[in-house]
């Protein structure tokens, strides 16, 4: 196979990570993320679907960091999407790190939670069942065009209370204040720790990208934490490898909220390495060693980093 | 949208009853009627919280259609229903199963029981997979979206 095509500022990023081993990361895009789903628990029972699942030929391995969460040893069709079970609500394809920040999240049934920036629904749908569609979930995102298929997959998997709505996810900072007892920050993001999904964002990173987005992200992660109750659970994630997307936005959220605390979140059965404490002569705050950060080549997925954060109690 | 009142909800319960059976509506769900005769159902508390946004896109699922032929169950409406479903479920073979799925029309003539109305709802063990609308010409036509079919290989 061709060597995938790397933007020259890709390049020099993956140059000056002091934790990066660039001919993994190159090879990791070269390999398919492995074919992995959740079990709809809002519909039948788990072990009844993994019973239909057999019984229509498919071989499923349990993934140790996900509850309901399977990877895909045997199918009954090439694409597990083009599938019955997949099509009647029964499993949703996710990736497998991409169930990791729900899991963080943790949240439970009655409560109050927010996914900040929903579309097109795979987080949306893991939350609505751990909450076992008892409390409320609203579901935002602030893209015109991802709201239909983000209201379709919900659809599909019978997410009974759920609200989506259409908006910039700073609204809820401001008008939103100290509601939600759990808020997901899975932000936009330059995306290279999936690279593997579309060269496309290899070829084509800029570091302007990084520039331009990190206030964004920066300006939802706020927004994520004032819209959360005092002792509230917020969960910032992305998947890209960048520190100033990562490292640099947690650490500028707690110097601007100094009631916020950073939690140790170390997943089941997944490497993770230990997030950066300086890079390009900026220093990080320390708490941001707590976080969860994988690079694609360490557990043959995709690249996330995960932080998971409390609010303090209040004054 | 427009929230079903008391009255509604009798007479929906009334057409679900005659239709398939229900005997009951939930008492934790709010339903609501939109457009072209889809009713939805939310959780009560997600209802509230919607009262509280400005401008909401979209609540809880779509449940059932009503039509002038008669009112059918959509897949969540039948897997949310299901079981308490007494009328008109029909169990299909794991074959009439895939071609259900794949949008294919099942003949009246092969199915487990003969339908008393204008809708059936299918089942396949505890999988429930929508409604079918029975017609003239002795097929059952599934009421399953195109982008919800599988594709035919």
């Given amino acids: 196979m061709s060597r995938p095509p790397l933007s020259e500022d890709l390049l020099r990023l993956l140059r000056e990570l002091p934790d990066m081993d660039e001919e993994l990361y190159i090879e990791s895009m070269t390999r398919p993320l492995p074919e992995t789903f959740r079990v709809n628990t809002l519909k039948l029972p788990e072990e009844t679907i993994i019973g239909f699942l057999a019984e229509r030929g498919w071989e499923v391995e349990k993934l140790p960091w996900a509850r309901h969460g399977y990877r895909v040893v045997r199918c009954e069709r090439e694409d597990p999407g083009a599938t019955l079970p997949h099509l009647l609500g029964l499993i949703y394809i996710q990736g497998p790190m991409s169930m990791v920040p729900v899991e963080a999240l943790d949240p439970r049934p009655g409560e109050k939670v927010l996914d900040l920036c929903a579309a097109p629904g795979s987080k949306s749908t893991q939350i609505a069942q751990l ?23 919900l659809q599909r998997w019978g997410a009974m209370n759920c609200v989506v709505t259409l908006k910039d996810g700073r609204y809820f900072g401001k008008r939103m204040r100290e509601t939600f007892d759990r808020v997901l ?3 936009p993001c330059s995306s290279l720790g999936i690279v593997m999904k579309d060269w496309a964002a290899a070829r084509d990173y800029s570091s302007g990208m990084t520039e331009r987005v990190r206030a964004l992200q920066l300006s939802l992660l706020l927004s ?9 659970r917020i969960v910032y994630s992305t998947c890209t490898i960048h520190p100033l997307e990562n490292e640099w936005v947690v650490t500028e959220l707690l110097r601007r909220r100094d009631d916020a605390m950073v939690l140790r979140f170390e997943p089941e059965g997944l490497r993770t390495r230990r997030p950066l404490e300086e890079w390009r002569g900026m220093r990080f705050d320390p708490e941001v060693t707590k976080c969860f950060k994988c690079y694609p080549y360490d557990n043959a997925a995709e690249g996330f980093f995960v932080a998971l954060i409390r609010k303090g109690e209040g004054r | 949208m427009r929230v079903l009142d008391r009255s509604e909800r009798k007479a929906l319960l009334e057409e679900l009853e ?13 339903f609501f009627e939109g457009s072209e005769g889809k009713v939805r159902a939310s959780t009560r508390e997600a209802y509230e919280m919607a009262q509280r946004i400005a401008r909401v896109e979209s609540l809880g699922l779509y449940v059932l259609k009503r039509t002038k032929f008669g009112t059918y169950l959509s897949v969540e409406g039948s897997q949310l229903f299901g079981e308490k479903l007494r009328r008109n479920v029909v169990e299909l073979t794991a074959e009439q199963l895939e071609r259900w799925a794949s949008g294919e029309p099942l003949d009246v003539s092969e199915l487990s029981l003969r339908p008393e109305g204008d809708f059936v709802v299918v089942r396949y063990g505890p999988v429930f997979a929508g409604s079918g609308k029975v017609s ?12 919800r079919r599988v594709p035919v290989e």
Wanted: hydrophobic letters at 35%.
């Fill in chain 2, 136 to 147: 003239r010409d002795g097929k059952v036509h599934p009421q399953i979206p195109k982008e």
């Fill in chain 1, 185 to 187: 920050c899975d932000v």
């Fill in chain 1, 224 to 232: 994520a934490y004032d819209a959360s109750v005092p002792g509230g």
């Fill in chain 1, 131 to 153: 909450m076992e569609n008892i409390g409320v979930l609203v579901a935002n995102d602030a893209s015109s065009e991802r709201i239909k298929p983000l209201i379709s997959n």
């Fill in chain 2, 18 to 30: 005659k239709a398939f059976g229900l005997e009951e509506l939930p008492q934790d769900l709010v």
